[in-house]
T-cell receptor, first 116, second 113 residues
Framework: AQKITQTQPGMFVQEKEAVTLDCTYD???????LFWYKQPSSGEMIFLIY??????QNATEGRYSLNFQKARKSANLVISASQLGDSAMYFC?????????????FGKGTRLHILP | DADVTQTPRNRITKTGKRIMLECSQT?????MYWYRQDPGLGLRLIYY???????NKGEISDGYSVSRQAQAKFSLSLESAIPNQTALYFC????????????FGDGTRLSIL
C-alpha cells in the first residue's frame, strides 16, 4: 500500500530564511504524481506544486521548488526567502498511476511558523 | 464565485440526526472527492467518484454515503451522526490523470453534539 510520511509536525523559521519541508513516500509503482498543498489558518487548501515521477528536473513555481530524489523516495518542498504569509499547514500528497486501485493519499502535514 | 462550493460552511447538530453536505462545481471536472480532516491526522478520503456512475469507497467510508446527482454535484450524507464524526469536511475536484491537482472547496466545519 502507498504511504506518505511527513516527519516534522511543526517548524519555526526566521523570516527571509529558506525552509525545507520533508516528505517521504512509499510505493511500488514507477509512475505516480506528487503534490504539495498549503492550508492557511483560514482553512482552504491551496495547490502549490506538482512533480511527476518521470520528470527529470525538479519542479519550481515561484518561491517554491520540489527537491525530488526518486531513489530515496523523497519529495521535499523548499520555500526560498520565507515570508510571514507562509505560516500555514503544508501537506504532501501522492496520486497513483491511472488504473490502479490505490487511493490518493495525503501526509499528516507540517505546521510552519515564520517568525518576524 | 468559487469554482468548488460547499454548503453549509458550518453545521452544529445532535447525535443521531441525518446530515447532508453538498458540493457543487463549475470547473467541469469529472472527478469529485470527499475528505475529512482531523487534527494530527491530515486529510482522509471518504468517497470518490470518477463520473456519475462510478462511485468508490475511500479509506474511511463507514458511517457515510454519497450521491453523485450530476457531473457538477456530489453530496455526502451522515445517516445517523455520531460525535466522532465531528471534523472539517472538504470536497475536491480534479481532471483525469495523475498529474492533475485537486481543487478544494472551502470546507464544512461539522460539530456533532
Amino acid at each position: 500500500a502507498q504511504k506518505i510520511t511527513q516527519t516534522q509536525p511543526g517548524m519555526f523559521v526566521q523570516e527571509k530564511e529558506a525552509v525545507t519541508l520533508d516528505c517521504t513516500y512509499d510505493t511500488s509503482d514507477q509512475s505516480y504524481g506528487l503534490f504539495w498543498y498549503k492550508q492557511p489558518s483560514s482553512g482552504e487548501m491551496i495547490f502549490l506544486i506538482y512533480q511527476g515521477s518521470y520528470d527529470e528536473q525538479n519542479a519550481t513555481e515561484g518561491r517554491y521548488s520540489l527537491n525530488f530524489q526518486k531513489a530515496r523516495k523523497s519529495a521535499n518542498l523548499v520555500i526560498s526567502a520565507s515570508q510571514l504569509g507562509d505560516s500555514a499547514m503544508y501537506f504532501c500528497a501522492m496520486t497513483p498511476y491511472p488504473g490502479r486501485d490505490d487511493k490518493i493519499i495525503f501526509g499528516k502535514g507540517t505546521r510552519l511558523h515564520i517568525l518576524p | 464565485d468559487a469554482d468548488v462550493t460547499q454548503t453549509p460552511r458550518n453545521r452544529i447538530t445532535k447525535t443521531g440526526k441525518r446530515i447532508m453536505l453538498e458540493c457543487s462545481q463549475t470547473k467541469g471536472h469529472d472527478r469529485m472527492y470527499w475528505y475529512r480532516q482531523d487534527p494530527g491526522l491530515g486529510l482522509r478520503l471518504i468517497y470518490y467518484s470518477f463520473d456519475v456512475k462510478d462511485i468508490n469507497k475511500g479509506e474511511i467510508s463507514d458511517g457515510y454515503s454519497v450521491s453523485r446527482q450530476a457531473q457538477a454535484k456530489f453530496s455526502l450524507s451522515l445517516e445517523s451522526a455520531i460525535p466522532n464524526q465531528t471534523a472539517l469536511y472538504f470536497c475536491a475536484t480534479s481532471k483525469q490523470g495523475y498529474n492533475q491537482p485537486q481543487h478544494f472547496g472551502d470546507g464544512t466545519r461539522l460539530s456533532i453534539l
